[in-house]
């Protein structure tokens, strides 16, 4: 029988990024996946034009509903899409405390929407910590947890450890949009770890997704942290070098790859 991943997060009509793209990467990588909605958004591969916050209840039903049916081996937390649900999206991750939790914390949009108010960020990394297995953000969103500004790989590893003491979380950020080479730095609570990688002269939507939920593929599948961050760094850069455009925007994933 297949493990059953959870990606708790928003809707994309794109399917180029939230639980769409979750579940693709969840079954290529030969989980089965379910999803909990956090919110709702209106957009194209542009820009996103609106967003509709899944009430509280709602994501608390959600999940109640699908955990006294299934067993959940790993847990996604995208975007939460508005201050409301924090509370909801703490207790989700407090009852599962021995699987994998991963969370990809979204805040705004490339088009520059944001994805969670920028006053709820901190509260929001205060709600989850000690309670994931590690934190995917990209510099602007590691910037603004860290309250510091990011123009370079020691500016990278300064903000990573402040997160993970901060969160008393292991932080992997992102570092697709430093020039020149692409550098993803990992703070495991101890030491730094790099992956580096060639950049692609392409705007790819949904990159902090697909790393995310592939990371936590691997780390459901019982490969180490490091492991997992290897693995889910080069499949991402695998995907991003065939992803395709499809309208007047941002390329998006295709499958297979």
Request: proline share 4%; hydrophobic share 40%; charged share 25%.
């Amino acid at each position: 029988m297949k493990k059953i991943l959870l990606s708790v997060a928003g809707y994309d009509p794109t399917s180029g990024a939230g639980v769409s793209l979750d579940l693709r990467i969840f079954s290529y990588l030969h989980f089965q996946g379910m999803a909990v909605l956090t919110a709702i958004t209106s957009q194209n591969t542009k820009q996103v034009k609106k967003l509709q916050c899944v009430p509280a209840e709602l994501i608390r039903h959600q999940y109640k509903t699908l955990s006294e049916d299934v067993a959940i081996s790993g847990i996604k937390v995208g975007m939460v899409g508005c201050g409301e649900n924090i509370e909801v999206i703490k207790k989700i991750l407090s009852r599962s405390p021995n699987i994998p939790r991963v969370i990809d914390p979204v805040f705004r949009s490339s088009s520059g929407k944001w994805l969670l108010e920028k006053q709820s960020i901190l509260r929001y990394m205060e709600a989850i910590s000690g309670k994931a297995s590690i934190l995917t953000p990209n510099i602007e969103e590691a910037g603004l947890i860290a309250r510091k500004k990011i123009k370079n790989i020691e500016d990278m590893k300064e903000a990573a450890k402040i997160i993970s003491i901060l969160t008393k979380t292991p932080c992997l950020i992102k570092g697709g949009h430093l020039p020149g080479r692409t550098v993803d730095i990992l703070y495991d609570g101890d030491k730094f770890h790099f992956f580096k990688k060639n950049k692609f002269n392409k705007s790819v939507h949904g990159t902090g997704c697909f790393l995310s939920s592939s990371l936590l593929c691997y780390l459901a599948k019982g490969k180490s942290l490091e492991n997992a961050c290897l693995l889910a760094t080069e499949l991402t850069y695998n995907a991003i070098r065939k992803a395709i455009r499809v309208g007047k925007g941002q390329h998006i994933f295709s499958f297979p790859f």
